[in-house]
């Protein structure tokens, strides 16, 4: 940061420095669990050697002391989460991608619940989160979403959330009102920006430009703003239909289609093929890395932890800690 042509790129020193007082937040927050622990420990200290502390005024103050103590504890257990996330990209922001799966509108309305999932736990994290692209089903819920999320360890704690994702439930499009399994895959890639250095040849590419999709109404475009790229050789497909001009849409999908690619070169570096985005699989029976039963009983269920929950609802509302939290403790183990 003290470099003479730092803030001569401004996007990525607005960047270096947010994390920068992330680090600087995490370190003050780490010496000041140790000055107060140790304040409290020689509180304690004092109070066991003390004569005069007694009957009421020794019961107030082991309270007080117990209370304390039960607060260093939590503080101790949140900070000790930052300490999972020494992975080289756990810093980065996150490009999640949301697609459905098996299960036709039940699949598209599902892949929907998902979005608004992580919507509200990024909500939650306060990290910003920007729309980048979206394609709507046919009749309810989303074929695919694309969402750009900036703030402290994005990528570091949704990493984990990438593979397949199953429903059970009643379908709300039945009318024997059956029960129905529909999935949906969510893929996670660190945002390396324009840090990303991939040589993509002009002729490997497919530019396509069409008309941003919408539900109708005034926010639907009437020209041709919205861009996919489709990179031949992988048949890897980008989306962008965030940004006003063709030009700036151009721009953010070759970034996300960078970074894919970057992605599946890391893949081929490394023994474990789901460090970066998860194995790419397609979404149905036998793939899914968590299962969400609404019917004929309530419970969410990750099948590599084995961590489950009943509490449906407020997984659904966004309250992933512990699911991320467990996956963390278990891929460093």
């Given amino acids: ?28 927050e780490w010496h000041d669990l140790r000055k107060q622990s140790k304040e409290l420990a ?18 107030g103050l082991t309270a007080e002391i117990g209370t304390e103590l039960e607060r260093l504890q939590k503080k101790y ?43 509200r736990y990024a909500e939650r994290q306060n990290w910003q989160v920007k729309i980048l692209d979206q394609q709507y089903g046919n009749e309810a819920g989303i074929k695919s979403a694309t969402l750009e999320i900036q ?9 984990g959330e990438a593979g397949t994702h199953r429903l ?7 009318a024997e009102k059956m029960r129905h399994t529909s999935f949906a895959l969510a893929e ?17 590419l497919r530019i396509d430009a069409f008309r941003s999709s919408g539900p109708g109404g ?3 475009n009437t020209t041709d703003s919205a861009v996919r790229i489709v990179h031949l050789p992988t048949k890897i ?14 721009e953010r999908a070759m970034q996300i289609l960078k970074a894919k690619l970057h992605a599946l070169e890391e893949l081929k570096k490394q023994e474990a093929k789901h460090e970066l985005r998860g194995e790419y699989r397609e979404a149905k029976w036998g793939s899914q890395i968590r299962s969400y039963v609404l019917q004929p009983y309530q419970m969410v269920k990750d099948h590599r932890t084995e961590y489950e929950t009943s509490q449906v609802d407020k997984v659904l509302n966004g309250e992933l800690d512990e699911f991320i939290e467990e996956y963390l403790k278990n891929i460093r183990h």
């Fill in 237 to 250: 497909s980008v989306s962008c239909q965030s940004e006003r001009s063709q030009h700036q849409n151009k």
């Fill in 77 to 119: 257990q949140e900070l000790e989460i930052a300490l999972l996330f020494s992975g080289k990209y756990d810093n980065y922001p996150a490009l999640l991608a949301i697609h459905a799966g098996t299960g036709g509108v039940d699949a598209q309305d599902w892949a929907q619940m998902l979005l608004r999932m992580y919507l």
């Fill in 168 to 174: 059970v439930r009643i379908s709300p499009f039945d």
């Fill in 1 to 28: 940061m003290q470099s003479p042509d730092f803030w001569h790129n401004q996007e990525q020193a607005a960047k270096v420095s947010q994390q920068a007082a992330e680090i600087k937040r995490e370190i003050t």
């Fill in 42 to 59: 020689e509180l304690a200290q004092e109070a066991e050697g003390s004569e005069k502390s007694e009957g009421k005024e020794m019961q």
């Fill in 151 to 159: 703030g402290a360890h994005a990528y570091g704690k949704l990493k």
């Fill in 188 to 204: 996670v890639l660190p945002d390396l920006g324009k840090v990303a250095e991939i040589e993509i040849k002009p002729e490997d």
């Fill in 218 to 220: 005034q926010s639907v």
